[in-house]
């Protein structure tokens, strides 16, 4: 929920309502290939308490993820920032973290700041709202919409 309340509110929504169009996306199979083909030896998927999916884990604790592009770079940051958070709070120390952009051979570190808490506490409350409301949001008509599996339901 954290990653699309970061692209688009209105595909959070589309999601905690149980609206899924992304099983006929071809650009979400070839993430899903892409995060299925890289880093082949690790440990991949580890879902703790159905509420944080880590692509995997490195080491002693840094936590990984997968990205396709940089496109969404901020919403990618914040997931991760997000699992470190909430791992946080159950106890774990000396979290560190990594997004891996395998096609342009990238990696990226990412710190939780004390802000960052901060700010989760104010993003949780805005996702909550979001969860209640009756319609979607508006859309957001942005030039990631054109690649989004929910575009046909924003838009035709």
């Known amino acids: 929920m954290i990653y699309y309340y970061f692209v ?19 650009l979400v199979e070839l993430g899903k290939l892409l995060d299925q083909t890289s880093y082949a030896k690790e440990e991949k998927s580890i879902l703790i308490d159905n509420t944080i999916n880590i692509d995997f884990i490195k080491g ?30 159950k106890g774990v120390k000396n979290i560190t973290a990594k997004i891996d952009y395998p096609l342009i051979k990238e990696t990226k570190e990412v710190f939780l700041e004390e802000q960052d808490i901060k700010t989760f506490e104010d993003i949780i409350k805005k996702i909550e709202k979001i969860v209640k409301e009756e319609t979607p949001p508006n859309v957001i008509d942005d030039k990631i919409c054109k690649k989004c599996a929910y575009y046909d339901l924003c838009y035709i």
């Open 8 to 26: 688009c509110k209105r595909k959070l929504w589309y999601f905690v309502n149980d609206i899924n169009m992304e099983q006929n996306s071809e």
């Open 60 to 89: 002693e604790c840094i936590l990984h993820e997968i990205k396709k592009t940089k496109s969404i770079e901020e919403a990618g940051i914040w997931q991760v920032k997000y699992y470190m958070y909430y791992l946080q709070e």
